[in-house]
Structures are given as structure tokens and as C-alpha cells.
């Protein structure tokens, strides 16, 4: 039996070293096609090209050595049953699940093999890789955003960034471990909590943070909070955080130790609990496809070559968007962080039991109609689409699911219903960017038409931006006496979501009414640029009002906070006492969130002229006139004002607490003799 375990493995390694390229020219051909062009437009040579594909060529490794042993299993096994080997083995008295203990050997050598890759040749060359890349693309600028980043301080603490943009970052940890930052704490680690923080050259100045220190029973006790506190890291800002690890850098020592920190801590480590486990199951691939390839591939050796290198290249891609597809529900929260890698390996490894154990006694026939069934939910099954409804007229999903296109399309993104004639959908590693053509983009309160519609769609189905070019649309809100709709329509526009809710519009050279319709409507503003912050701001530039399609006023800025009465466009004619006068106000911005008008108003009949000044802010507004004035504020369920006319004062605040309306007023009025209180 040795001789024949000798065989197996000589037409074994050749076999897999063939394919191990095959697979690893393939992989390392769309890493080319996807640097190419980013690399040769900054300047980048071949050479520059080079170094990054040896710096991730051990990554690339643990990815093509599965599928290698996969294929290369494969086609021996095809060789060797269209030869009648395996038929002259077995009537030697050799058992077929005897024959096929090399392959599964082999496989666990071989995930060995892409473990020891793993743990110690991948961290420093994702490293390397990374500097390289940074290198090229930056010139020396900080990249942003970073997520998940690592660096040491000055006096050996270690710092934990969980996503870094721009000169701000969030969810911050600092784990002073010798006792340095805070010595006054006692002789044991302390760490510190920040939810957001600012990087200031080498200063980290974090707010609403918590200082923990470690009991002698080994216990965390909450020490202090603070508002505001600066730490000397000790370190420029960007090369601090260059030379921090992310998640791909690290091995799986070093990811266990930031697991557990984050655990004593209370930040959710569910995403470095899934690339701990993605570690470990990319590394055991090698031997489950094995397991499961071998009886399979012997089972469909009769078929030829042929076929066992469709089924193995068929497999492995169908495995591979297995894996990315349960590594990404895990991330979402739909499966436990630690078995997201794991599940397609347990589906795999069970079928691949199932069948080395009964492998004498299986025939090829009915197997036909459970491999079909296996492959066509592998190879559907890559990432996630963006939508958690779809329905087309016609539809193509490319191998992986990393591309999608449709024509006559419905489906949901969240709380959005979205209608198109055309779609296009691609998967960068980390958002869904969508492309649609005559698309219905609606929801709650908001409906959007447009020639050309795109969108990025996050990792957990949730609407980030969308864009759209010849578009009209509505949004509801609430007016001063009853609900109204807004209508607008312009060339381009943008909008903002947060959390599934549509927070900010602009658009340019956009025109929007409240009247039924846009054509030939009582009053149509058109702007050069408009911003719409639903249900809060409207607020435009360039601003051309037309009455009934003819021209009847210009404005350089025009801004008014919805739900109130807004500053008029027009000049106001109107009495007060025994005199008529003309009122103008001229709109202006101090920034976005704070506007205000100046008006004159002119008593012909008196001869004078009074002026006034309007603000308003996200929280309030403040109006000032000859003798007058009225300072308000509103908060969430409550709004305060304080007026005063002349000799008399009134302050109102009211508001609702659950279903119960509340309010308190005071008011002061003065004459010649007396002095008036009412509360």
C-alpha cells in the first residue's frame, strides 16, 4: 500500500503545483487590472507594480492554495478513473476510501501549510503592502478613512482607533499599561474610554471619555469621566496611524489580544471576532476541500478531465461566495461572529463525511441532482445584495454576486421602494454602488424621479448618498397651518441619508413650489443651488421668482426654516395705526444652518424710516424693530419665547410631555401710574 500512497502522491504535487499557479496568475491578474490604472495615473512605474504584487503574494497564497488542492484533486482523480486505475486499485482489493486517504492528507498538509502563511509571512507583507500602496497613492498625505487601527504611544500605551477620518476620530481605547499616563492610579493598567476624539499634530484630545482602573481581584473600576482631555502621543498624527495594524496586519495572537481588550471595554469586537475565525477558516479550506473533493471527484472521474476541472473550478468559486456571503451576514449580526467562516466549511465537511464514509457503496447516480442543487446555491450565494426585495423583468447575477444587472426592476433598500427600467449594481469589498436608468426613488414623505440614478449602499443594506441627473420630486412637511408639499426639479442633485432617513438635498440649477403643480404655478423659485434639510431648512442662491411663468423678482440669497412663517420675497404694502408703509426685507447667510434678513420699513405719511433685523439658527430665532423684539428657542418637545413691544414684556414656554400639552406665561405691562403682572 506505501507503493501506491507513493504513486498518488507523485501525480499529486505536480498536479497541484500547475494548478497553484493557474490560480494564482488568475488572482493576481484582477489585482493587476484593478491597481493598473489608479497606479500608472499618479505617476507609478512596472516597478512600483511589482513590489506590491510580491508584498501580496503570501495573501494571495492562502487564497489560491484551496482552490489548488481543490482542482488538482480533482483532475488526478479524473485521470486516474478515465485511465481505469482507480478500477485496477480497487480489484487489487483496495477499499476506494483507502485510495483517497493521500488526497486528505494532502489537504491537511496543505492547510498547515496556509496557517503557518497566515500567522507569520501574511501580517508583515499586508504591512509592506499597505506602506507601499499609501506610498504611491498619497505622496505622504494621511489616508482617510481607517478603520480599526492600532498604534503605540509614547510610554508604551497602547491606542485603539475604531474608524479615523480627516483629523477625527471615534471609538477611541487607551490601554496604559504600565501605569505612566495615570501613575496616581496605583501600580495596575488602566484604560480609558472616548467616544470621539481630534488628532492635534502630536496631541490626541478626546471628549466624552471614562478612566478605568484594574482592581486587584482583577476587576475594572470606573475611576472618573471627563468632558475633555489631551494625551501626548508622542508621535506625528499620520505616521502614528500609518504605522498602526489593521485587522489584515495582525496575526492571530495579536487579534485574540485586541479581542479580549475590547471585551473589558465594552466596544463590540464582533468584527474582529469574525476575521479571527475568517483566519482560521481560510487556513482549514485547503483540508475541507479535500475532504470533500475527493470522493467527489472520484464519483465524476469517469466523466473525464473535463469535467473534473469544470466541477473544481465551479466548486471553488461557488465556496468562495459561500464564505464571503456568511462572513458577511456575520458581520451584519444575522449569524454569531464565530461561525460565519465556519458554516460553509460544516455544510462542505459534512457532505464530504458523508460521502468518504459510504464512498463503496455511492454510484453517480442521484448524486447528479444534489450537486446541481449544492452549486446552484454556492455560486448565487456570494455577497449580499443591496436590496432585501428584487424583482426584475430580466436579471443577471455574475458568479460571486459581485456584479448585478436587471432591466424592469422593484425593489427595496430599507425604508426605500426603488422602480427602474435599467440597473447596474457592483461590490467594492465594502459598499454597493448602483447605477439605474429612468428610476422612482421613494419613501416616507419623499418621492424622487430621474433620468439616471445612482446610489452608495453600505455594507448593512442601509442608503448612504444618491445622485441623480434630470430629476423632479417631492417632500412633505409640515407648514404653519397645515401639512404642505414641496415640489422641485433641477439638472442635478444629491442627497444624504442617515440611519435610513433623508437628512440633506442639493441640487443646482433647481426650481421648487408648494403649489400643486410647477408649470405655470402661481409662484415658481428657481436657484442656481438649493439645499433642503427635510422638515428644518430650505435655503437657495441665485435665487429668480416667476409668477405664473413670467419673471417677478431676483434675489442673491433667499433661506427660511420650514414649519414657520417664512421672510417674504416680495415688498410688503400694509398699515399700521393711521399709516401705511413699505416694508423690504433683503435675505442673507451667515453660513448653512444661520440665516437672517435686514429690512426698512418706510412711513411715507410720517416720514421716517424704521429698520430690522431677522435671524435664524437650528434653534432658534432672534427679530429686532424700532421698540420690539422676539427671542425664541425650540427644542425637541418644547419651544420658549420672550417678546417686548413698547412698555410691555411676555415670556412663553410650552411643550408636550407624552400626550399631555403643557405651557407657563408671564407677562409685565407698564403705564404712567401702574405696573401690570399676570402669570
Known sequence: MKGVDRYLWRELLPTFGVALLAFLVFIGLELVLSLSDTLFARGAGAGEMLRLLLYKLPSLLTLAI???????????????????????????????????APFVAFGLLASLSSLSLSEFAVPPSEAAYRHELLSVLYKGEIP????????????????????????RAQGIVVYDLEGRLFPEEGPFPTLLTAEEGSFQGEKLVLREGRLFRFTEDGGLEEVLRFDRLTLAVGQDVGQGLLDGKTPSEMSLRELAARIGLLKETGLDPRNLV??????????????????????????????GRA??????????????????????LARRGFLPASL????????????????????????????????????????????????????????YIQSGANLIQGEGISARVREFELHAEGLKATWDGETWSTQTQEAELSGEGFSLLARVLSAVIGPDGELISAAAQDFSGSSHFRGPEKEERLLFSGKWAEAQFSEGELVRIEAKAARFSTCPCLEGAPYTIHADRFVLLPKRWLYAEGVLVEAFGHPAGWLP???????????????????SGDHWFLRWRMPFAVREGVWGAVGLTWFPLAGRVDPSLQLIWEGGSLSLAREEGNLMAVGDNWQASLSWKEDRLEALFKGALGEVDWSLAWG?????????YRA
Do not use: C, M
Request: hydrophobic share 55%; no cysteine; aromatic share 12%.
Open 66 to 100: 484551496p482552490a489548488g488542492v481543490l482542482l488538482a484533486t480533482f483532475l488526478v482523480l479524473s485521470r486516474l478513473a478515465s485511465g481505469r486505475e482507480l478500477l485496477a486499485f480497487q480489484a487489487l482489493g483496495y477499499p476506494l476510501r483507502r485510495l483517497l
Open 144 to 167: 482617510s478613512p481607517q478603520e480599526h487601527v492600532f498604534f503605540r504611544g509614547s510610554e508604551g500605551e497602547l491606542y485603539y482607533v475604531s474608524n479615523y477620518q480627516g483629523s
Open 274 to 303: 469574525v476575521e479571527f475565525h475568517s483566519k482560521l477558516a481560510i487556513a482549514a479550506a485547503a483540508f475541507i476541500f479535500a475532504l470533500f473533493g475527493a470522493p467527489l471527484g472520484a464519483l465524476l472521474g469517469r466523466r
Open 307 to 328: 469535467a473534473g476541472a469544470v466541477a473544481g473550478f465551479v466548486l471553488a468559486a461557488g465556496a468562495q461566495g459561500l464564505f464571503i456571503w456568511t462572513r458577511t
Open 340 to 395: 460565519g467562516g465556519w458554516l460553509p466549511h460544516l455544510l462542505l465537511g459534512l457532505l464530504g463525511v458523508f460521502l468518504l464514509l459510504f464512498i463503496d457503496r455511492l454510484r453517480l447516480r442521484g448524486l447528479w441532482a444534489a450537486l446541481l442543487v449544492l452549486v446552484l446555491f454556492t455560486t448565487a450565494s456570494g455577497v449580499p445584495p443591496p436590496f432585501s426585495e428584487l424583482r426584475a423583468r430580466e436579471l
Open 557 to 575: 440669497v433667499y433661506a427660511a426654516r420650514l414649519g414657520e412663517e417664512a421672510i417674504p420675497l416680495f415688498p410688503e404694502l400694509g398699515r
Open 668 to 676: 409685565k405691562a407698564e403705564t404712567d401710574d401702574l405696573i401690570y
